[in-house]
Structure formats: structure tokens, C-alpha cells
């Protein structure tokens, strides 16, 4: 497994959808949050 | 606003509009400043998305990664015309937005809790009740600028470079 802080290093496309999905659940974290920010604001 | 003297019923508890207005500077801040905090980390977490999957040489729109989304984001898709494509044909280039006031749709969201929470104002205010008012405002000006110059950047089409990542 290559090591990700390593700039140098190709990260292949196991490693890329690894960090894909990590990316995403992070993006939905978000979302979800400001989704009851928004409707905290306008209830 | 000055309280009335009616009184709201909910199962629990009894609140009169004085508790409820001197509440709403505190509870808008705190969404506001929230709501503000997660949509500047939307713009690092988009782009790392983005580039994980240009790694991955998969075409996505915005729609299918953002799964969470709120009335906000329905309300902007709303359309009079009748006829289109269900879907748009090629990914959307980010001048996309440019003249489009829904990049405005957060923005007035939070004009509309900056206004709320100077409502809660009225005259003859102890002035530490206005203290705490105006504070509460100030604060949510100050983190809205930021949300307020970068919608007008993408309406314009100008100083991409500086607002968007």
C-alpha cells in the first residue's frame, strides 16, 4: 500500500477509490449537516 | 420587536414571545454561523472529490455525490419551461452559474436570519438587550460577507480564480 502523504508515490486505482469513497462520505457529512442547519433556520 | 403578551403552547412547556424573541439573536447566530462554517468546507471537499474522481477518469455531476440535499436545493431546480433534457447532455462548465440568481439562494437565506435577528430589537430596550442584539448581527454580517462577495463573483463571472478552488 503506498504511502498517501508521499507525494512521489502513484497511488493506483485500488488506492484511488479508496480515497474516492473517503471524499465522498466526507462530502455527505457535510451535506447532511447543512441540511439541518438550513432547515433549523427556516423552521 | 416589541413582545406581545401572547403566550405559545407547546406539549411541555408555556413560552411567551418575549422568551422567544430574546432567544431567536442567540439560536440564528449559532445556525447561521454553522451553516456558514459548512458551506466554506463544502468548497475543499468538493475539489478533493473532484479530483478523485478526474483521477479516476469518471465523469460525475454535482447532484449524484451530493446525496444529502435540503429544500434549498430543490427549490433552485424549480423550472417554468416545459420542454428540455431530463438531464443536461455534458457536465455543466463552471461558468454555469454565471448570471444566475441562484447562486444568490444561500445568501438571502442568511440576509433573512441577519433580519430576523434585528427584528428581536424594540424600542425602549434595556441596552444590553441591544448589546446582545447587535452583537448577534454584527457576527453573522461579518462571516456573511465572504458567502456575499463569492455568490456575487460567480453571478459576474469574475475573480474566479481568487473565489473559486
Not at chain 1, 465522498?24 to 447543512?34: F, P
Not at chain 2, 425602549?124 to 460577507?145: D, E, K, N, W
Request: with cysteine; proline share 6%; aromatic share 12%.
Amino acid at each position: 500500500m503506498p504511502d498517501l502523504r508521499n507525494n512521489e508515490t502513484q497511488p493506483d486505482s485500488g488506492t484511488d477509490w479508496r480515497l474516492f469513497e473517503i471524499h465522498k462520505a466526507s462530502m455527505e457529512a457535510v451535506g447532511k449537516a447543512q441540511g439541518r442547519f438550513v432547515n433549523a433556520l427556516l423552521s | 420587536m416589541r413582545p406581545s403578551d401572547m403566550t405559545v403552547d407547546f406539549p411541555l412547556v408555556k413560552l411567551n414571545p418575549a422568551g422567544l424573541w430574546a432567544l431567536t439573536p442567540a439560536v440564528l447566530t449559532v445556525l447561521s454561523l454553522s451553516l456558514i462554517g459548512s458551506l466554506n468546507i463544502m468548497g475543499p471537499v468538493w475539489k478533493r472529490l473532484s479530483d478523485s474522481t478526474d483521477r479516476l477518469e469518471q465523469k460525475v455531476f454535482f447532484t449524484d455525490l451530493d446525496v444529502n440535499k435540503n429544500v434549498i436545493d430543490y427549490l433552485v431546480y424549480l423550472r417554468i419551461r416545459p420542454e428540455g433534457p431530463v438531464e443536461p447532455t455534458k457536465a455543466p462548465i463552471e461558468t454555469s452559474r454565471k448570471w444566475s440568481l441562484y447562486v444568490f439562494s444561500y445568501p438571502l437565506l442568511l440576509l433573512f436570519s441577519i433580519a430576523s435577528t434585528f427584528l428581536a430589537d424594540y424600542k425602549g430596550a434595556p441596552t444590553s438587550f441591544r448589546l446582545y442584539v447587535y452583537g448577534c448581527g454584527v457576527l453573522q454580517v461579518l462571516f456573511s460577507v465572504r458567502i456575499w462577495y463569492r455568490a456575487f463573483c460567480r453571478f459576474l463571472g469574475i475573480r474566479r480564480a481568487q473565489t473559486e478552488i
